[in-house]
């Protein structure tokens, strides 16, 4: 089955850090992979890199069996890739319920001006199913009409999962979901995913520092230190290399 | 080659008065982080208070240079700093703008209420004149006060280098900026280190505008529209040192000096000239603001200990109680009824005209809220689309026969396709850049796009006549009136079916978060492009009612500062709703026609109460009366609650919105430990919806 | 010690205390406050309740600056130079304060002696040095200025472990002239390699402290559980 991302090469340079050092990694269809590694190994960066908010300086990304270098990030998330952010990046003066329908209109191109102008933009019925079946999903049904800035951060990494998932993305890149959760936040979380994961076919690219909640969520994992990938296979076999051990417990032993 | 010569010298002065105005932008912006826009005004405000002291006071020129320089300057800059810069040091580059533009408008305005408003000729120069020809260069005559600008320039700029290059002070100024927490660990008082960049600044202000006084033959304070040039060349100069080297700055401004009068050279008189000589420091401006990479990412390096500020507080969210809504809905609606009623009635003749104008005005603010407040960007030109609406239907009217009404539209359609070029220009640009190239494009209309005969019309201005439709003639001004009414209506439906369909929902999220945004697919230029092409329009449809109503009008009354009056007192009363562009439509007018009855002196006082207003923007993003309207909502919400519970009815809004955040806690594990009370609660790390959350 | 931004409790009851010329281990994984920590010792961020005392004196409502011309030097988490100013003004900066600007031009020279690698980019901007470059830097900054406790803050973020070497060096140079140290890491190995004693930080309380040699130990069972580091 062809691969609905395939990264080849590609390598980041900035302040005169080598972010990313010739970084290749592939997902299929519906598979979840697990990207791991210490602070400042890159993760982000590559996500920067193939939601397209940053420029590689060499290699290139394939998506869907498409090359998409120099396609814009908002095409990009047009094209299937839908994205959540270690740093919150929801919109404060919005409702849960209106992220979802932003997410919803956008993916489906009815954001048109005209329509505006004519009072065509309310919320039709089919729309509204489909926007509840997402609230639904990630449990938010009860806080569909609160404004977002009064949101915990718990529940606004919900919203934000929620907000890509009504893009309906081929693939889902999910930064540090759990960071800044506490336990029982993290496991709600990682089960959404996984049952999002598996229902609708989605593939995930999960950064994540908690290795329990990766070990929950994914099918495989790729381990990426100092810019590049050190380690790639199962969870437990890779945590199991010694190489891997170093680079997260330090290479003083 | 001497005749050549001949223009290059002169150039140099001229140069140098550019100079001290863009190496103050580059110095201000270097040791404490704003662009301060106001620093030709507090040039200005010193260069009165030199001429006051020399002139009427009899103080000797050294005296005098003392007491405003060196020691009124300072004092001045450190106010500024500790009552306004320094609470927002940490904010982001729109709450800094907004408060250099509410000074910028301030201070001006200010002097003559406090020395009086007579204008001033032939203002003393500090130290060699005018009238005398020092010495002769290459067959060229150089004259006292072109020495006295080139050597004291020189000098001063000589002595700001090796300054900040080589004296620690300078050096931690430039720290500061960088990271005042940085700093601190460095066993660095932050606090002081920024005060005295201030009042550095400031004195650098003061001796700009004495060294500036003898350039202008006319000291006027009610009009200090001199420095308008001087201002465009600074910014220019400051641009193409992308802000931070001193020494391109100082080249880039004798460059243009000598470049304008190089071109009058070769351009003497004609069309060519006007389009050339005027044209060029705007073609340079606005080419670099838009082709600098630089510029791209200014104020744009990350604080590296900005992780230790708490979170932003969260934006006030609307908070008025659902049951509020049906009777406010119908009290909007007699209010309107009662004021068209008495509009065409009982009010005095006299009293029409202002509330024409405020309906005019309200217009045309309409276009800042859709700007500034939907889309959170901070346009300083819309009284240059206002313009072009009014020149439009004005000359088509005269040239065309077209009816007023109709030129109006084709006015509002010229001015839509300006602003869509306007920010397709500014495509890659945002924040303090695309701000600045609106300000470019008002100083470009205000001096020369304004000026010829087919645009604003030379000397007499254009007359825009009355609509006549028909048998329905709107000459009177109580008939105006209700023509002003339905227009303005008729763009209130439109920015509010905007701001409540899917646009107003995807420019909230632009606003809120632009990464968010567009990883859901959302085109954030073609969303730009469309709210600034809405905003001219509108601005260009109540521009042409403006110049209906006051015809004839000239590009006197569309010049910059009214573009920055503008913002001001939209974001003073609220950008980001609807009735906060009414609000200060009508408050505008209707305060500025009650100063007509006070001393002339005091004429300049409605813009400085809404600059004092804009000054709080950065504790207030969402508009003094607005904040003030939401404490009462919140009141009236409580009292209600309260009512409610007496009762025992569950009471809506509020509490369902506490409840809700309590679940929230509850669903996912309580996030937020010490909980949030009610929908002003706080949310843990979120950005904040203040204009420009990014800056 | 507690501290709190806003309303978002970071801290919950943290003591421990650093005595002279040791160093101390502050472990912890991502988000378990240990930056906080450094940050409430240096006074950048106020503490809600609790107090801070640095030689016996009571600096939790000292300012920023006062704590840093104490001798306490916050080497700080990622980026802890000024980007815009080049390499010799950054320690200019670091040092005039602390030596004086009579000894300031020996400090310097002293730097660059130990330092080479910076003597070779004296007047290059200190945002375009490698992250590592941009470490020793600060360390630079902070070995000349006679420090009394130095708080440094993952030392080791984002570096290779041959760059890490070398800063690590740059500490061991630094305690060996007396200062007390108090490293902030997520390399468990290569903070203990050094210390005298560990603190464990979970979700903003002390978990465990201890001689060095049980806190690898500690770690592996806090990892276990899911609390744990990588990172």
């Known amino acids: 089955m062809a691969d609905i991302l395939r990264i080849s090469e590609v390598s980041v340079r900035f302040g005169g850090i080598q972010a990313l050092d010739h970084v290749s990694l592939s997902v299929a269809p519906g598979e979840a992979v697990g990207l791991v590694g210490p602070n400042g190994a890159g993760k982000t960066t590559l996500f920067d890199c193939i939601s397209g908010r940053r420029r590689p300086s060499g290699g290139s990304v394939t998506f869907d069996g498409r090359s998409i270098d120099g396609v814009p990030g908002y095409k990009r998330a047009r094209l299937g890739i839908g994205r959540t952010f270690q740093r919150l990046e929801v919109f404060p003066e919005l409702t849960v319920r209106e992220h979802i329908i932003v997410a919803e209109r956008a993916h489906r191109g009815v954001g048109a001006l005209w329509r505006d102008l004519l009072n065509l933009s309310r919320v039709r019925p089919e729309e509204q199913e489909r926007v509840d079946a997402i609230l639904d999903l990630v449990g938010l049904d009860h806080l569909a009409d609160v404004p977002v800035a009064a949101l915990g951060l718990g529940t606004c990494r919900l919203v934000e999962l929620g907000r890509a998932l009504a893009c309906e993305p081929k693939l889902l890149l999910a930064d540090e979901p759990s960071s800044g959760l506490d336990h029982n936040e993290t496991d709600s979380l990682a089960m959404v995913l996984r049952v999002v994961q598996r229902e609708r076919a989605m593939a995930v690219l999960l950064v994540e520092h908690d290795l329990q909640m990766v070990a929950k969520s994914v099918d495989r994992i790729v381990v990426l230190d100092i810019g590049k990938v050190i380690a790639e296979g199962r969870f437990d076999e890779v945590l199991a290399q010694p190489g891997v051990r170093e680079a997260y417990l330090g290479a003083g032993a | 080659m001497s005749t050549l010569l001949g223009y290059v010298l002169p150039g140099i002065p001229y140069g140098c008065d550019f100079a001290l105005m863009a190496v103050g932008l580059v110095i201000t912006f270097r040791t404490t982080g704003v662009f301060n826009l106001a620093f030709g005004a507090q040039a200005f405000g010193a260069a009165f208070v030199f001429d006051l002291l020399v002139r009427s006071e009899g103080l000797p020129v050294w005296a005098a240079f003392v007491l405003s320089v060196l020691l009124l300057s300072p004092a001045v800059g450190l106010v500024l700093d500790r009552f306004l810069f320094s609470r927002i040091a940490t904010t982001n580059m729109t709450a800094k703008i907004v408060s250099s533009v509410g000074l910028l408008i301030a201070i001006p305005q200010l002097l003559p209420i406090l020395f009086g408003g007579s204008p001033r000729e032939n203002p003393p120069s500090l130290w060699l004149d005018q009238a005398h020809v020092e010495f002769r260069l290459f067959g060229t005559a150089v004259n006292g006060s072109e020495v006295s600008t080139t050597v004291i320039t020189l000098g001063a700029v000589a002595a700001l280098l090796l300054f900040l290059r080589l004296s620690p002070a300078g050096l931690e100024m430039r720290a500061v900026v960088e990271s005042r927490r940085l700093a601190q660990l460095q066993g660095i008082d932050s606090g002081k280190v920024a005060a005295s960049a201030w009042a550095l600044s400031s004195v650098m202000a003061g001796l700009a505008g004495v060294l500036l006084l003898p350039l202008s033959n006319v000291l006027n304070p009610t009009n200090p529209l001199q420095f308008t040039g001087l201002l465009v060349a600074g910014l220019t100069a400051a641009a193409l040192a992308r802000m931070r080297s001193i020494g391109v700055a100082f080249g880039a401004a004798i460059g243009l000096g000598v470049a304008q009068e190089v071109l009058e050279l070769y351009f003497p008189n004609g069309a060519l000239h006007t389009a050339s000589v005027n044209a060029f420091p705007f073609i340079v401006l606005v080419g670099t603001l838009v082709g600098s990479k630089s510029l791209r990412s200014l104020g744009f390096r990350a604080d590296p200990m900005a992780g230790v500020d708490p979170p932003p507080p969260p934006p006030s969210v609307s908070i008025r109680d659902p049951r509020l809504d049906v009777p406010m809905k119908w009290g909007f609606r007699a209010l309107i009824v009662a004021f068209v009623v008495s509009g065409l009635t009982w009010v005095p003749g006299y009293w029409v005209t202002p509330l024409d104008a405020g309906l005019v005005y309200s217009t045309i603010f309409l276009s800042v809220t859709l700007i500034t407040g939907a889309s959170g960007q901070l346009s300083l030109c819309q009284a240059s689309f206002a313009g072009v609406g009014a020149f439009a239907a004005g000359q088509l009217a005269a040239h065309f026969g077209l009816p007023v009404l109709l030129g109006a539209v084709v006015g509002g359609l010229m001015a839509a396709v300006l602003g869509a070029v306007l920010a397709l220009l500014a495509a890659r640009i945002s924040g303090l850049i695309l701000t600045l190239l609106t300000l470019a494009f008002a100083l470009m209309a205000d001096t020369f796009l304004f000026q010829y005969s087919w645009s604003g019309g030379s000397g007499t201005g254009v007359s825009v006549p009355r609509p006549v439709m028909g048998s329905i003639d709107f000459t009177s001004n109580r008939a105006f009136l209700v023509l002003a009414l339905v227009v303005l209506l008729l763009c209130i439906l439109l920015v509010a079916l905007v701001q409540r369909g899917t646009t107003g929902r995807f420019l909230a999220a632009m606003r809120g978060s632009e990464p968010g945004a567009a990883s859901l697919g959302i085109n954030l230029l073609r969303a730009r492009v469309t709210v600034f092409a809405m905003s001219a329009g509108i601005a260009g449809v109540g521009g042409a009612m403006f110049g209906s109503l006051y015809s004839p009008v000239s590009a006197d009354s569309f010049v910059y500062e009214i573009s920055l009056a503008f913002v001001v007192v939209v974001i003073t009363t609220g950008s980001r709703r609807i009735e906060g562009a009414v609000q200060a439509g009508m408050s505008f007018a209707i305060i500025q026609f009650l100063f007509t009855y006070a001393p002339s002196r005091f004429q300049g006082l409605t813009p400085i109460l809404f600059a004092f207003g804009a000054l709080n923007y950065a504790q207030h993003p969402e508009g003094m009366v607005e904040y003030q309207k939401s404490r009462w909502m919140m009141r009236v919400s409580r009292l209600l609650a309260r009512v409610d519970g007496r009762r025992g009815t569950a009471p809506t809004a509020l509490a369902a919105g506490a409840a809700g955040n309590g679940m929230a806690g509850g669903v996912v594990g309580g996030s937020a430990p010490n909980g949030a009370p009610g929908l002003a609660g706080s949310p843990v790390g979120l950005s904040s919806g203040v204009v420009s959350p990014r800056g | ?231």
């Not at chain 3, 005039?96 to 330092?115: I, K, P, W």
Request: hydrophobic share 50%; no cysteine.
């Open chain 3, 1 to 231: 010690m507690n501290a709190s931004y806003s309303t978002y409790r970071a801290l919950f009851d943290v003591s421990f205390s650093v005595p002279a010329g040791t160093i101390v281990a502050l472990l912890g994984a991502n988000g378990a406050g240990k930056s906080t920590v450094a940050r409430v010792a240096t006074g950048l961020v106020a503490a809600t309740s609790g107090k801070v005392l640095v030689g016996g004196r009571d600096v939790t409502r000292t300012a920023a600056h006062r704590i840093a011309r104490m001798g306490v030097f916050h080497v700080p988490e990622g980026r802890g130079v000024f980007a815009d100013l080049d390499v010799e003004e950054n320690l200019r900066l670091a040092l005039r304060r602390r030596v004086g600007a009579r000894h300031l031009a020996e400090a310097m020279e002293r730097a660059y002696t130990t330092f080479p690698v910076l003597a070779a980019r004296r007047h290059q901007q200190a945002g375009t040095l490698s992250g590592g470059e941009q470490r020793i830097l600060s360390l630079a900054g902070v070995l000349e200025a006679a420090p009394k406790l130095v708080i440094a803050d993952e030392l080791s973020l984002g570096l290779a472990p041959v760059i890490v070497d070398g800063v690590y060096e740059g500490l061991k140079a630094i305690h060996a002239r007396g200062a007390a140290l108090l490293v902030v890491e997520q390399q468990v190995d290569r903070a203990l390699s050094l210390a005298t004693h560990a603190v464990l930080l979970a979700r903003g309380a002390v978990h465990w402290q201890g001689p060095p040699q049980q806190a690898r130990a500690e770690m592996e069972e806090l990892l276990a559980a899911g609390y744990a580091p990588p990172v």
